[in-house]
Structure formats: structure tokens, C-alpha cells
């Protein structure tokens, strides 16, 4: 078998409605797929006017919106209309990329009809529970995610500091990487505009500490408003930037009075937003895999980051940035504030971080991906019941 013998089936929770991390890479993946001579069929949850332009054939899962998060949905199983496309393109390949119902009935149905199944693990979804006050439910959380995870013949993850956590959390023994790329065009260091920073209202002299993300509780923001708070004690001069949208913005603004809020951006605005800025401060410890991390460091931005999952595998400790114990107020203070006062120090940190980022390539990282798949599907050929 090779890639043009492919026919996957793609089952996510969130492939075109909201933009982040995981639905870019997936559609990057999906387009290689098609553009190398395979097959992809995508069952998902779609909405009215999606914030991604989908990439291949989408087939709507029923669904409902998360409450007070209706910017998501939940997939209420593969049924109906949505499984009998799913057996009529007779996929020899199932990749599942969130742990809702869908997947977990793609995975049952897989497991019946010979089928492998790739899991592809993008947010670590047992640490959302500690943000709302719930930590009790971690444990819980982690086993019902392992119970998906193990009936899969592998999982990938973004980074080995992720590896290591599904490792020692017993969720599978088969665990690849597959990391994430950068689009150049978008995310360099000729993208930053001093005409744009000042048309923000701030100073060309000025120190600009970004915040790049989904604004929602889950991605430190509390942190990143306490460490902001700490640096004003200590009189250490700066200017905040927050890059994005979320239900936590008027939280966020009224924790970080001053602010800048730019919203939403994406493409080269996007990229010009990032390039903009000075430090990046990144105290989420949710990810996987630092996109927004990695977009700073192909910015030439030196970054600050909690020592998690996210960043660990991307920043060189002392050399492109500082990793700070999660969750370490005072730690991050004492991180950023050298920064915001020694542009040598920024500079030098910044274009080891370019260097750094110049391996993340999107043609190499699919390609790894797709010999994921034929290393799957040539060693478990299916039933002919599927």
C-alpha cells in the first residue's frame, strides 16, 4: 500500500468552527493527504460561518453547543446520515483526534471491521478541571481518556515532553510525534510594523509583552494578569498586548486595566501582530504543542513560558527564552523583567530562537505523518466486512 491507496477517515470535534492550533494542522495534514493521491472524508460538527476554511469533504455530525462556550460544540455521536457516509467510504484508516462519542463509536467500529486507528492527542484535556476549581476530577478525567486511547493501535503527539506525560499517565505504548510547522510568509521578523505599533498607541522605546491565545480561564490568564500586577509593583516599565478573543475578555481586560486588546487577528495581520511585540509570555500549561510559541520564535521574540508541555520541547532555557516553573508568579516576574530593560538581551535571545525554529517545516512534518498511517494500515489490513 501507499498514500494513493489511503482512505481516512477523519473524526474531530472542532475541524473548521473555531482556529487554533489543532484545526490548522489538521487541515495542513488533510490537504497533503489529498494532494499526494489519497482519500479523506472529515466528520465534524460544523457551524454557519466557520472561523476556518475547511479543507476536503466534511460530513456534519449532529451536535450541541458547549454552554457558556457556544463558539464550540459537542459531537452527539456518529449516527445516522453521518454513519452510513462513514461506512460508505469504507475507510482502511481511522484517525480520531478529539476523545468525544464520535470518535469513541468510530474507534468501536474500527476495532469490529479490522481497521487501525490513529489518536492524535492536542489538548490535555485532564488539566481543564484545576482552572475551575475541579482538580478532584483529574483523575477521572484521565481514565476516561484512557479508556479511548488504548483501544487505538497508536497515538502521536506534538512533542516528547508530551510523549512522556501519556507515557506515565499508561495511555498507550505506541506514542509517535507529530509536531507542528510555521508558515513563514506569515511569521517573520520583517513582519513587524512600527507604524502599526504606534496607530496602538504604543511608544517606538516602548516594551511590548504579548499574550497570544484563546482568551479563556485554561490558558493561564489568571497567571499572566498576577505576574503583570507584580511587574507595576516592582516598577519594571512595559506594555501588555493581547492578541485574540474569547468569553474570558472582559475578565482579562478588567484584570489587566492599560492593556492593549487587538483582538482576533489572523493571517498577516496575524503575523505583523506577533512580529510587533518584544517578549512573549506564554504561562499556559493546557497545550500540547506551543503554536504561539513557535509563531514568536519565527519572529525573532524571545519567550517566557511556563516549564509544561507547551513550550518545553521548543525553548532552549537561557538561550531563546526562560522557562519559569507553572503557575510561579514571582518566577515570571523575575523572568520578564530583565527583558523589558536590556534590548541586547531581547535581541540575542530572539534570533537564537529564529535559528531554533527553522526546522519546523510543514512538507517534512505531514510526510512523517503520512508514513504514520501506511506503517498502520500496511500492518493491519482490513477485514472484508469493512
Known sequence: MDVTDLRVALVSGNYDMVRDGPTQALNRLV??????????????????NPQVEAVGEVISLPSVAIPGRSEYRIPLGLFGEAKAKFEEFRPNLVHVASPDRASRQAVDWARKNGVPVLASVHTRFETYPRYYK????????EAWLRAMYRKADALVA??????????AQRMHEDIGIWTRGIDRSIFHPEARDMEWRRSQGIGDDEV?????????????????????????????????????????????????????????????????AVASSDVFFNPSITETFGNV??????????????????????????????????????????ALAPYCTDADLRARHGAAGLERSRPYTWEAINASMVD???????????????
Not at 490537504?31 to 454557519?48: C, E, N, Q, Y
Not at 506534538?158 to 507515557?167: F, I, Q, T, Y
Not at 504514520?372 to 469493512?386: C, D, I, Q, V
Open 208 to 272: 511590548v509583552i504579548s499574550f497570544l491565545g484563546r482568551l479563556v480561564m485554561e490558558k493561564g490568564l489568571d497567571i499572566f494578569a498576577d505576574t503583570i500586577i507584580e511587574l507595576r509593583k516592582r516598577q519594571v516599565p512595559h506594555r501588555v498586548m493581547v492578541i485574540g478573543d474569547g468569553p474570558a475578555r472582559s475578565w482579562f481586560e478588567k484584570a489587566l486595566p492599560g492593556g492593549i486588546f487587538v483582538g482576533l487577528q489572523a493571517g498577516t495581520d496575524l503575523g505583523r
Open 293 to 334: 510559541t513557535l509563531e514568536h520564535m519565527a519572529c525573532a521574540i524571545p519567550v517566557v513560558a511556563a516549564n509544561a508541555t507547551g513550550s518545553s520541547s521548543l525553548v532552549a532555557d537561557g538561550e531563546t527564552g526562560v522557562l519559569v516553573t507553572p503557575g510561579d508568579v514571582s518566577g515570571f516576574a523575575d
Open 372 to 386: 504514520t498511517y501506511l506503517r498502520l494500515a500496511n500492518a493491519k489490513p482490513p477485514k472484508r466486512s469493512a
Open 134 to 141: 475541579l482538580g478532584f476530577l483529574e483523575p477521572a478525567v
Open 31 to 48: 490537504g497533503h493527504v489529498l494532494d499526494s493521491g489519497g482519500a479523506v472524508r472529515i466528520f465534524a460538527p460544523t457551524v454557519k
Open 158 to 167: 506534538p512533542s516528547e515532553g508530551m510523549v512522556d506525560v501519556l507515557k
